[in-house]
């Protein structure tokens, strides 16, 4: 179907996802309201602990993400100008976790395995395939393929058209370019996610892991950078676009230094592993620190390409303040 503006009415699919986008917050909302019952399982789970810091950090991350993929989806059933955007920072962030998660997974599938069927004895081999398995499948799905299909939706013109037949008056998303806007909104949420992250942090810093107050401190700050840069480049302030090159850089150089210096056993400790399970992990010996290394390098890569092909936004700074 065509309308007016010899676009294809895409107001079929934004309500369809639009629907999917807010059962898909509401699941959020409730995987973060579960956190509560988590101590629940610690006197049936062999080794399982866990603390109120955990807790809280669970609950507000997942509740927070919830809110806001609901009010994305209410945005695309409503067809508003600016839930392209929108969802298409939903779909770029949640790809780029779901790889990241994915590298990890197959990376420290054998680790994985182990953690798993640690309460199992002796379990045959068909065991641990299924294992395998279980870890993969939704690493897979619902972190390649669910984002993969929101792009897919959200990226045509006819969508923004769409949208723009039904709202015709421009609206806060029509300030900077959509490139810019996704861009400087995934900053602004990952800034407004480290503050429950800061209440357990692990953060690698230069050679080392930050935890407790300084850990905290340190994530509440990088956090506030994050939320400063996403606000400037939605101004198309030249500084913001600097101080995101800027910052990629410095974060690829702590995060490859401290997978470099930092033993695994480490990690497992700060992130308050039990001990047993420290043992059995370690058992397997040191794993390659080189996929988790030329992952962090490749992203810093397409960041600073990303920069590149969108600084012509920013060269008019002058002029526009003159306007």
Request: glycine share 10%; charged share 15%; net charge neutral.
């Amino acid at each position: 179907m065509t309308s007016e503006g010899a676009h294809r009415d895409r107001g079929v699919r934004l309500r369809l996802f639009g629907v999917l986008t807010i059962l898909a917050g509401v699941g959020s909302v409730l995987a973060g309201l579960s956190h509560m019952a988590l101590p629940l399982l610690a006197d049936s789970i062999p080794d399982f602990s866990i603390t109120a810091s955990q807790i809280a950090t669970g609950v507000i991350t997942f509740v927070t993400i919830g809110v806001v993929l609901i009010a994305c989806g209410t945005g695309s059933m409503r067809e508003r100008r600016w839930v392209r955007p929108a969802m298409l920072t939903v779909g770029w962030s949640w790809l780029f976790v779901g790889f990241a998660t994915l590298g990890f997974v197959v990376t420290n599938l054998d680790d994985l395995t182990i953690l798993a069927g640690s309460g199992l004895a002796d379990q045959p081999p068909e065991i641990e395939t299924l294992i395998r398995w279980i870890l993969l499948i939704p690493s897979l799905g619902f972190g390649i393929a669910t984002p993969l299909l929101i792009l897919w939706a959200y990226a045509g013109e006819d969508v923004l058209e769409t949208c723009r037949a039904k709202h015709p008056d421009p609206d806060w998303s029509d300030r900077c370019p959509s490139t810019v806007l996704v861009l400087a909104l995934a900053l602004g949420f990952a800034g407004l996610l480290s503050f429950p992250l800061a209440l357990r942090p692990v953060l690698p810093w230069f050679g080392d892991l930050l935890t407790g107050l300084a850990g905290s401190a340190a994530t509440l700050v990088t956090g506030g950078l994050f939320v400063w840069i996403g606000w400037a480049l939605f101004r198309l302030k030249q500084s913001g676009w600097w101080a995101a090159g800027a910052s990629a850089i410095v974060v690829a150089v702590s995060t490859v230094w401290t997978l470099l210096e930092t033993p695994r056993a480490t990690w497992y400790r700060a992130l308050d592993y039990p001990e047993r399970q420290i043992d059995l992990l370690l058992a397997s010996g040191e794993p390659a620190k080189w996929p988790g290394i030329v992952a962090t390098i490749a992203f810093t890569i397409v960041t600073l390409l990303y920069l590149a092909s969108i600084h012509r936004h920013f060269r008019n700074e002058s002029k526009r303040g003159q306007v």
